[in-house]
């Protein structure tokens, strides 16, 4: 079954630092896949999407690769801020007319001042 | 920034009662999803909805569901004879294609709490 697995513990870094948060997906071949901010009781918040043809897309401090031979999506946050403290979930999509998006677990981020 | 709005942000019903949630998706986007996390889980899919009509739907969504755009603004989730399992937030999505890849724009959610 598809299986979509994202860093597992919570992940703790120093203000100014690079974030880089992994998503590694199995038995799926995504059409895209996108990458989401969910806060405390609050709705996913889009960020940035990367179709399967691409390999890198930038968006301010926001990096996000993609490498289907890998199975795997890296997402960076460079000059991290505690604002940037969220939870971050990717989204793998097939393209198809359902637009059904398959989510991770989420992996919780905290920037300390 | 147009925005996806969901009505009400909790509620609380007993168990066996139907239950409405109501969402109003962006004004030009074309598709339209349910979907819904039990806390601490995923979020999860559960229904797709484009050109009235369902799209795709998991396995989720069965007979207690039902999906309604009632008129061209509103589009709704309706919970039959609600379990204590139905517990989450149900959130709404809309997007301009899902073809394509669009970014979904989410609502803020529903909590619902079946006791």
């Known amino acids: 079954s598809q299986k979509i697995e994202q860093n597992s513990e919570a992940l703790n870094i120093q203000e100014g630092k690079t974030a880089t948060l992994t998503c590694n997906y199995t038995n799926y071949s995504p059409a895209y896949l996108q990458w989401y901010r969910q806060d405390p009781g609050r709705g996913p918040v889009f960020l940035l999407l990367i179709r399967e043809n691409e390999k890198e897309k930038r968006k301010e401090r926001l990096k996000v690769t993609f490498d289907t031979t890998l199975k795997q999506s890296l997402f960076h946050i460079t000059a991290s801020q505690p604002a940037d403290s969220a939870t971050y979930l990717c989204?793998?999509?097939?393209?198809?007319?359902?637009?059904?998006?398959?989510f991770g677990q989420g992996t919780e981020l905290s920037v300390k001042p | 920034e147009p925005e996806v709005t969901q009505t009400p942000s909790h509620q609380v019903t007993q168990m066996g009662q139907e239950v409405i949630l109501r969402c109003v998706p962006i004004s030009n986007h074309l598709y339209f999803y349910w979907y819904r996390q039990i806390l601490g889980q995923k979020v999860e899919f559960l229904v797709s909805f484009y050109n009235n009509e369902i799209s795709e739907k998991s396995e989720i969504f069965d007979d207690q569901f039902s999906v309604e755009r009632p008129d061209g603004s509103n589009f709704t989730l309706k919970i039959r004879s609600t379990k204590l399992e139905d517990s989450a937030m149900y959130f709404c999505?809309?997007?301009?294609?899902?073809?394509?890849?669009?970014?979904?724009?989410f609502g803020s959610g529903t909590r619902l709490t079946v006791v």
């Open positions: 999505a809309s997007s301009e294609d899902s073809l394509e890849g669009y970014g979904y724009t």
């Open positions: 989204a793998l999509g097939s393209g198809n007319q359902g637009g059904k998006l398959i």
